[in-house]
């Protein structure tokens, strides 16, 4: 199979329609976030949520939050209690098991080298739908206390299709390989960060957000370039 087969047969995964989005995996992610995992963190984590006052009532969002742990998505999706439809990067979609998993939870690929134009289709049409974009915009788990090596991606999105970034703080999901009943979970959501024209200046508006959110330092990417 050539590169460029293997190319078009990914890229299938980042565009999605309204259609998409249809009531058998609006079923299917609630099954899984609402009963299976939020039963798990109420009762075994002690989940404690604040700030759920600042979710915005419609879907013209995106929601953006720290990640420390295979965990958080579904947390972020039962704690919003809205379908959130998750960026996920398109080598996840290389395994059969993980691409049926996310397909039905309403995932779609992304390239984190290159933001694609299908990807920016797809959340525009997203908006058409009742559910709402979910991304992690550290791309991959950082467990040392700190939000740095945050992506730009998501900000270039609230630009384009003129969505206001939703910060959330995630604290404790890293410990839920300890023993049950000893850990707790803390989900933080602040207030909403309204799209601009300036890509740098959101990203650091949710950088500081987050850092509030749990406490853990905020690290410029510039800060990075310098060491």
């Not at 404690?48 to 939050?65: C, M």
């Not at 979609?93 to 690929?109: H, I, K, T």
Request: with cysteine; net charge positive.
């Amino acid at each position: 199979m050539s590169v460029e087969t293997i190319k078009t047969d990914k890229n299938k995964f980042s565009y999605r329609e309204p259609s998409f989005y249809n009531k058998w995996r609006n079923f299917f992610q609630f099954l899984v976030t609402h009963i299976f995992y939020m039963i798990r963190f109420k009762l075994v984590y002690r989940l404690e949520v604040i700030g759920k006052e600042n979710i915005p009532k419609d879907n013209n969002y995106i929601i953006a939050a720290n990640h420390l742990s295979t965990l958080d998505p579904p947390l972020v999706c039962g704690v919003i209690d809205r379908r959130v439809a998750y960026m996920a990067k398109i080598e996840l979609f290389d395994n059969p098991f993980l691409r049926w998993w996310l397909d039905w939870l309403g995932a779609f690929a992304v390239d984190r080298e290159k933001l694609g134009v299908s990807t920016i289709k797809t959340v525009k049409r997203i908006k058409e739908t009742g559910w709402v974009l979910g991304i992690f915009p550290q791309g991959t788990r950082q467990l040392d206390g700190e939000i740095k090596h945050v992506a730009k991606g998501f900000a270039t999105i609230a630009k384009s299709t003129k969505c206001g970034i939703l910060p959330i703080g995630i604290n404790g999901t890293e410990e839920t390989k300890r023993i049950p009943f000893t850990g707790k979970i803390v989900v933080k959501i602040g207030k909403l960060i309204p799209y601009s024209d300036n890509i740098d200046e959101m990203v650091d508006n949710w950088g500081k957000a987050v850092e509030q959110l749990t406490g853990f330092k905020y690290v410029p990417e510039i800060e990075h370039e310098c060491v």
